[in-house]
């Protein structure tokens, strides 16, 4: 099973990709590495998602500190 989610989010908005495979294979190739993104916040943001088709958002999100990004 492969599946990618890509969020690309700067001062113009967000990118929001997904796409999944299933398949009986063998394991993944040799050399074939994942490679995590980084994301560098320095300081406080409003995050808001809406569907291109809608008014409102359906969510919105002030981010003050870094309790809500912090990995327990």
Request: glycine residues 2%; neutral net charge; aromatic residues 6%.
């Amino acid at each position: 099973m492969y599946q990618r989610i890509s969020f690309q989010l700067d001062e113009n908005g967000a990118i929001i990709e997904s796409e999944a495979e299933v398949a009986v294979t063998e394991e993944m190739e040799p050399g074939e590495k994942i490679v995590p993104k980084k994301m560098l916040i320095n300081k406080p943001f409003l995050l808001l998602l809406k569907r291109r088709d809608s008014k409102n958002p359906y969510l919105a999100v002030w981010v003050q500190n870094t309790e809500l990004l912090v990995k327990k």
